[in-house]
Each structure stands twice: as structure tokens, then as C-alpha cells.
């Protein structure tokens, strides 16, 4: 392994200037002890860029959107659909049209099951995902299962957490209709090879549902090259506020997608009879929309781009690299998951033979460190793997290899504490 | 590592509950039994419990969990073996009563039982440490889950 002084000088990110961006992370915890903040695959920090336009919509810009002849709501709705046109870019999505706005990725991706699935799934038909899946790309597919009779199938995971391809190509016949993936594993932080799945899926006619919520953060997607049909994102995990996400879906799609909510903004004329829907994307964004929360996602994407996707993963694989070099030197540490970094995000999934994940995290939480600790709303993978839970770290572009060696030196006070 | 917040919740007799656990195994001739789990963090915990004439004849556990959870419950048993069903029952509303207040509870026995009071410090690990009650309140209770041979 290389030492750290050559290995920082592979990428160009400027880890200190970026730490400033983040006010959060001068913050103290129990009695001093600064926030070393590695629990970023659950959420992400909030740089003053994002902050900053988010405060200045309230401020100087407040109004809805879509409605008004007056300066405010035309900025209001200008400052919304901009930030639109920002995330299409950052994916890469052929029109800003086909972006909708939701609160999220479980939004996202029930909003295909739901607008899409009940309009084109019929009983027997097969929807295949994975035994990584969150748990809001499982539950959705299993409400449609009991109430539609779809029959789902899940493709299975080998013991370091990548995906069963051989078992994946009997299980994509040609009676399936959708491939629902997550692109990384918020469980374990491997990477999906997509393309082999896209590949199953369009050789059996299926449509393919990426569930981006881990990669969108921290890998480049191009939906466009990814040649798949829906995108799940949310705002949260890629420096953004919560309660906004993103479902990118091509427009043939979405043209046949009756909407699940109705309401103001999704109409196009209402008379006592009947309605008639608006264009897309407003006919799938009912109601007064998360404004402000649009308008940071569109910062987020911007701050990101000004970094360099790139760059943020070669940092992260790096510093992802260094953890699990010396957790595995830590003897009773078992880590899960793929060992090389470039098969895996920032996210280390571990236990520590004999101690429960949840006092790990605790007596790290004195140390101010933040981890998170459970079965991550990924149950299947802790049976899969035959543990109740795991402790796991997760890493971005603000975290340091100093915050890694705080983390180890944690991990041995657990096990003399708890022996 | 912080000493003080730290130590007041996991106390040295916690940590020898949970390094030692009593009553941890399985009874042959459990009367009623039931399982509880707290899916969000892990711990899961079968319970068996033999009564004779309403009183807890014998008690056992088996099970999973975090350090909190392991130790309540060998606390829990050691308390009710021997005790009738209403006093046992006591001592489920007094330990939840302990929970949201985080004082002391004034139960007589409960002498180990009081060290878990720095718990309610800590609303996450709450759910740790009412497992094992919880589910002999289940057990106690004969229906759904409980088991009667
Ligand atoms: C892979 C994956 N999918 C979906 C979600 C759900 O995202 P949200 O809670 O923002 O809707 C998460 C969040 O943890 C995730 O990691």
C-alpha cells in the first residue's frame, strides 16, 4: 500500500477549504470533543453554499409558485424551475421535463409503483429486485404483489454482498416487466454493476428502475448513458436539505403515468364533472411544492459539480481504502462487504466480535464520533449475512483520514471497555 | 473516551449482569413462554417461565442484544423468580415508571434493577432496556405469543 503522503497527492481536493464550507463540523459533542460526522450514507452535511440560497429564497424571494402575476411568484416560480433544469444537468437527463420533484427517494419509487405499476403491471407479470434493496424498494413492490398479484422476485447476494449475475439471468425472463436495483448498497456500500443488469433487462424487454439514493452522492451518473428508464434520488444524501428528491423517468413513461394526487398545480382546467391534467412534469407534483427545499438541491447539485464528482470519489475510495486497512488490523473486527474500494462507495459495514453494534456506537458517541448502528433499513442483507445489526461508517468529501484514525483509536477503547 | 455520561450508563454491576448473565439458558418444563424483539437495533430475547400456583417458579432466557438489553434481562429474571404473578406485574409498571421518570424506583428487590435508572438518560437505548420486561409481561399474559405446555 502506498503511504499517505503519495497517496494524497493523487487527487486535488482541498479537504481543509471544503471542512469550512461545512459550519456543522466545528461543532463540539459530549464535553468538547469535536464531531467527527461518519454517518453520511443516512444523511449528509449542509455546506453555507446550499444554506445560503435556501436562506436567501425566504428572505428576498418568498412566494408560490406558478400562480401569480406579481414580481415575487414569478421569481419564486423562476428560482424553482431553475433549480429543475440544474439537477437534469447534473444527471445528465435529456429534458428537465422528465425530472419530478418528490420528497424523496421512497416518494420516488412509490410513485412508480404506484402511477406507473398499477397502469401496466397485471397479475402474474414479474417484477425482479434484490436481496440489497432498502426497504423502500422492497415494501412497494410487496403492496403490489398482495394487491395486484405480481410476483416478485428477488435476485440473491454472494457472501461479499455483490449481486448473483448467473442467478439474475434465469430470474429477468421474459414475462418480467421491471428490474428494480439500488445502485450501491446503503448496507454494505458495494456497487452494482448496472450494465449487466440493463443488459438482462433489455434482452427480456423489462424496463429498469435505478434506485440511486447511495450513488447519486458519490458517483457520476449520467442517466443517459446509464440507458435506463426511472431514477430515484434524494436530496438529503448529496448535501442537500431533506424532504425534496428527485424521479427521473422518460417521457414515454410518463405520458402513460396517471398521477397519484390531485390537486392545485397538477390541473389544467377543473370543471364539476371532470378535470383535465396539466403537462408534465406538474401533473405528477400536486400542491403547493417544497420550494425552498428545490432551490438547495439545485445548490447542492451546483456544489458538487464545482468539486468534481471525480474528485469526490477518488477521495472517497482513498480514504475508504485506508479505513479498511487498519479496521482489518483491529483483530476482532469482521467488515462485510467487498475489501477493495474500488468495488465499494464510502461505506463500511462492521461488527466487533462479541459486541453489540449499538454499544459501539454508543461509547463512540462520547468520543463525538457518529455512526450509525441497526440493521439500516436493509433487513434482508442482516439475515443474509446472519447478523441482527452492524455498526457502519460512511464517508464523504469533507472527511479525513485523521477522522479514520479517531475512529480506530475509539474502536480499541470499546474493546477494553466492554473486553 | 468521557468518563462521567458514559459510566452512568453502563454502571459497573450492568456490565457484570451483561458479562455474567443470570438464568440465561432454557427451561425443560417452562409453562409459557414468549419472544420479543426490538428489529431496529437487533436485540431479540426468548423467554420461558414456569408457574406453579401463580408464583414464577423458574425463569430463563435466551437471546441476542446489546449490553443494555443483555443485562436487563438477567436483572428482570433475578427479580421475579420466585415472586407471584401480581408482584412480577408490579415490577413491569415500576421499571416502565422508571424509564420516562429516571428516578429510582422504591420496589422492594429491585436493588440491581435501580442501576438501569441512568437509561432513561438516553431515550434510544430505552427500548433496550424494557425488552425483557415487555415480553414477560407477554409471556405472563397466556395469549398470543405465549406458549403454554
Ligand atoms: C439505497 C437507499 N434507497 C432508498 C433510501 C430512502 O431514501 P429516503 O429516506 O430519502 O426516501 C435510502 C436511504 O437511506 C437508501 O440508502
New interface residues.
Given amino acids: 500500500m502506498a503511504t499517505n503522503k503519495s497517496q494524497s497527492m493523487t487527487y486535488s481536493l482541498d479537504i481543509e477549504k471544503i471542512r469550512r464550507d461545512f459550519p456543522i463540523l466545528r461543532r463540539e459533542i459530549?464535553?468538547g470533543?469535536p464531531l467527527v460526522y461518519l454517518d453520511n450514507a443516512a444523511t449528509s452535511q449542509t455546506p453555507v453554499q446550499v444554506i445560503a440560497d435556501i436562506t436567501r429564497f425566504y428572505r428576498d424571494h418568498n412566494a408560490n409558485i406558478h400562480r401569480g402575476v406579481h414580481t415575487l411568484s414569478i421569481e419564486a416560480t423562476e428560482l424553482h424551475e431553475s433549480a429543475r433544469r440544474k439537477i437534469a444537468r447534473f444527471f445528465n437527463a435529456p429534458t428537465s421535463d422528465e425530472c419530478i420533484f418528490t420528497s424523496g427517494t421512497t416518494e420516488s419509487i412509490n410513485l412508480v409503483a404506484h402511477a406507473w405499476g398499477r397502469q401496466h403491471l397485471k397479475k402474474g407479470d414479474r417484477v425482479v429486485i434484490t436481496e440489497i434493496e432498502h426497504h423502500s424498494n422492497i415494501v412497494p413492490w410487496q403492496i403490489l404483489r398482495d394487491e395486484v398479484g405480481i410476483e416478485l422476485k428477488y435476485i440473491p447476494m454472494l457472501s461479499d454482498g455483490t449481486l448473483d449475475m448467473d442467478y439474475a439471468s434465469d430470474l429477468i425472463t421474459t414475462n418480467t416487466k421491471l428490474v428494480a436495483v439500488t445502485a450501491m448498497s446503503n448496507a454494505l456500500g458495494n456497487i452494482t454493476e448496472i450494465s449487466a443488469v440493463v443488459d438482462l433487462a433489455k434482452k427480456a424487454g423489462a424496463l429498469v428502475l435505478l434506485d440511486g439514493a447511495q450513488s447519486a452522492p458519490h458517483l457520476k451518473t449520467d442517466i443517459q448513458q446509464l440507458d435506463i428508464d426511472f431514477f430515484a434520488c434524494s436530496a438529503h444524501k448529496m448535501l442537500g436539505p431533506t424532504g425534496i428528491g428527485l424521479l427521473w423517468a422518460k417521457m414515454e413513461h410518463l405520458t402513460t403515468m396517471k398521477p397519484l394526487m390531485g390537486g392545485g398545480d397538477m390541473i389544467l382546467t377543473v370543471s364539476m364533472e371532470n378535470s383535465t391534467w396539466a403537462d408534465i412534469p406538474a401533473k405528477f407534483e400536486a400542491g403547493t411544492p417544497n420550494i425552498a427545499g428545490a432551490i438547495g438541491f439545485g445548490a447542492a447539485c451546483d456544489y458538487l459539480t464545482n468539486v468534481g464528482m471525480e474528485n469526490i470519489r477518488n477521495h472517497e475510495m482513498q480514504i475508504t481504502q485506508y479505513a479498511i486497512d487498519k479496521l482489518q488490523r483491529i483483530e476482532r473486527v469482521r467488515i462485510f462487504g467487498p475489501l477493495d474500494s474500488k468495488k465499494r462507495g464510502g461505506v463500511i459495514s462492521f461488527n466487533i466480535e462479541g459486541i453489540?453494534?449499538?454499544?459501539v456506537g454508543?461509547?463512540l458517541d462520547?468520543?463525538g464520533i457518529a455512526i450509525r448502528?441497526?440493521?439500516h433499513c436493509a433487513?434482508p442483507i442482516?439475515s443474509a449475512l446472519n447478523?441482527?445489526?452492524t455498526a457502519r461508517a460512511s464517508f464523504y468529501l469533507y472527511n479525513t483520514e485523521k477522522e479514520v484514525d479517531k475512529l480506530t483509536e475509539?474502536l480499541n477503547?470499546v474493546i477494553e471497555?466492554?473486553? | 473516551?468521557?468518563g462521567?455520561?458514559?459510566d452512568e450508563?453502563?454502571k459497573e454491576i450492568i456490565?457484570d449482569h451483561?458479562?455474567q448473565p443470570r438464568n440465561k439458558g432454557e427451561l425443560v418444563n417452562s409453562t409459557c413462554s414468549a419472544n420479543g424483539a426490538n428489529?431496529?437495533?437487533?436485540?431479540?430475547i426468548q423467554l420461558q417461565v414456569t408457574l406453579v400456583d401463580n408464583v414464577i417458579e423458574q425463569i430463563a432466557f435466551t437471546g441476542?442484544?446489546?449490553?443494555?438489553s443483555q443485562a436487563a434481562s438477567s436483572m428482570m429474571t433475578e427479580f421475579v423468580q420466585g415472586r407471584p404473578i401480581s408482584e412480577a406485574l408490579v415490577g413491569v409498571l415500576s421499571f416502565q415508571e422508571m424509564m420516562t421518570s429516571g428516578v429510582p424506583s422504591e420496589v422492594d428487590g429491585f436493588d440491581d434493577i435501580d442501576a438501569l435508572m441512568g437509561v432513561a438518560k438516553?431515550p434510544a437505548?430505552v427500548k433496550?432496556a424494557s425488552l425483557s420486561w415487555k415480553t414477560l409481561e407477554q409471556a405472563l399474559d397466556g395469549n398470543s405469543t405465549a406458549t403454554t405446555e
Avoid at chain 1, 453489540?356 to 454499544?359: A, I, T, V
Fill in positions: 459530549s464535553d470533543k453489540h453494534p449499538h454499544d454508543q461509547v462520547s468520543d448502528t441497526g440493521h433487513q442482516m447478523v441482527p445489526a475509539a477503547t471497555y466492554f473486553g | 473516551m468521557s462521567t455520561l458514559l450508563l453502563y456490565l451483561y458479562r428489529p431496529l437495533c437487533g436485540d431479540e441476542a442484544g446489546c449490553s443494555i438516553f437505548r433496550c
